[in-house]
């Protein structure tokens, strides 16, 4: 596996890996940001990060996810109580965007990488390319970027 091979090039040092939600593990129908508790797992991607828990011990899971109203919580963590109940609740950050005036996904994604306070290598997983690309403007914590395709092989 492609994603794994990657994580093992970083040693035996801690690693967090924080994934997006829709269109990265979840299959998204854009403009569609509605009923995400019933919304399709991409197995093959679940699978990876299933078979990575299960194998890398210095690997965290996180949920980095974006909703734009309270109930998408609910309805993300339906999901993935579901899918992935391997993911801990208190590993699953789901931000409800309008509580953020006017930033975007990207500068709310991005800032919550940059603040993070630890010595763990962070890894992001995301599928929107103005999310990479805010991060990889600036990227405080030294967080390596992938594109959501990693996790397929």
């Not at 990657?6 to 801690?14: E, Q, R, V």
């Not at 309805?75 to 950050?93: A, T």
């Not at 994604?109 to 290598?121: E, H």
């Not at 805010?134 to 594109?147: D, G, H, M, P, S």
Request: net charge negative.
């Amino acid at each position: 596996m492609y994603f794994e091979e990657l994580l093992k090039s970083i040693g035996d040092k801690p690693i967090r890996v924080y994934l997006d939600m829709d269109g990265t593990i979840v299959h998204y129908d854009v403009g569609v940001a509605e009923d995400f508790d019933t919304k399709r797992p991409l197995m093959n991607r679940v699978n990876c990060v299933k078979n990575i828990m299960n194998k890398m011990k210095n690997v965290s899971f996180y949920i980095l996810s974006i909703g734009h109203e309270d109930r998408h919580i609910t309805q993300k963590n339906q999901w993935l109580d579901e899918y992935l109940p391997e993911i801990p609740k208190e590993n699953r950050i789901i931000i409800v965007r309008q509580l953020h005036g006017q930033l975007s996904s990207a500068d709310i994604k991005k800032n919550y990488i940059n603040n993070l306070n630890t010595k763990d290598q962070i890894v992001l997983v995301d599928d929107d390319p103005r999310i990479l690309g805010a991060l990889n403007k600036e990227n405080k914590n030294n967080a390596l970027i992938y594109k959501d395709s990693v996790l397929s092989d």
